[in-house]
């Protein structure tokens, strides 16, 4: 079974300092892994995805993401946090083989991100 | 870009009634998804459909049902609803292909009373 794990309940940062959000996961074979954001009294946007290729991704609103198979990590990082990035940050991976159930995503719990003026 | 919509932002029902969560894609995705998040909790998967008239139980399934009788329409149903199914209710779509995201709509925060 899939299982994803973000190890922190909140992260605080300074605005203009960079931030990272941590994610682990446990999949069979290669995972498809992705980054989602939430506002207050919003449903989750799409960030970013890391199918295969470079570990490095890049997604929306200058977020990146970096994929380590060896660590099963996929950690969402940005340079210099804003006061806006302030948001419920949830990581989700995907079985890659496709059928029946494998279109489902597992969630991790979610990281509440607050980015102090 | 993509659309979902979900019928209500907020609801109000009282213990015992049935209550029907309406969500429709503009997208024409062969799969939808209910989702109920709670604090502390994430987001967990209540039913989800990759078909048209096909459904399959998430983890959580017990005291609901669901319905899709279009590609474009999915609803959950809560038999009788009660107090501990006061939540946000979440819904997605996504295409057939594994490696596309799912898509959200803004959600329905329900209070059972």
């Known amino acids: 079974a899939q299982s994803v794990a973000q190890p922190e309940d909140q992260v605080n940062v300074a605005e203009g300092n960079p931030l990272t959000v941590k994610c682990t996961y446990s999949?069979?074979?290669?995972?498809?892994l992705f980054w989602y954001v939430q506002y207050p009294n919003r449903g989750l946007q799409f960030l970013l995805k890391?199918?295969?290729?470079?570990?490095l991704v890049k997604g929306s609103y200058g977020f990146e993401a970096e994929f380590n198979k060896s660590q099963t990590s996929f950690h969402l990082k940005k340079p210099s946090a804003l006061v806006s990035d302030s948001a419920l940050y949830f990581c989700?991976?995907?079985?890659?083989?496709?059928?029946?159930?494998?279109?489902?995503?597992?969630f991790g719990k979610g990281t509440l991100l607050t980015v102090n003026p | 870009d993509v659309k979902v919509t979900q019928s209500s932002r907020y609801l109000v029902k009282r213990t015992g009634e049935k209550v029907f969560l309406e969500c429709v894609q503009d997208?024409?995705?062969?799969?939808m998804f209910w989702y109920r998040q709670d604090p502390g909790l994430g987001l967990r998967l209540i039913y989800f459909?990759?078909?048209?008239?096909?459904?399959e139980k998430g983890d959580i399934p017990e005291g609901y049902s669901v319905s899709r009788e279009k590609k474009e329409r999915f609803s959950l149903i809560l038999e009788s609803a009660s107090t501990n199914q006061t939540s946000m209710y979440l819904c997605?779509?996504?295409?057939?292909?594994?490696?596309?995201?799912?898509?959200f709509g803004d959600g329905t925060r329900l209070s059972i009373l």
């Open positions: 997605a779509s996504s295409s057939d292909r594994t490696n596309q995201p799912q898509h």
């Open positions: 999949v069979s074979g290669n995972p498809y």
């Open positions: 890391y199918i295969t290729g470079d570990n």
């Open positions: 989700a991976v995907r079985d890659p083989r496709g059928g029946g159930s494998n279109y489902k995503l597992t």
């Open positions: 997208m024409d995705h062969e799969n």
């Open positions: 459909s990759y078909d048209v008239k096909m459904k």
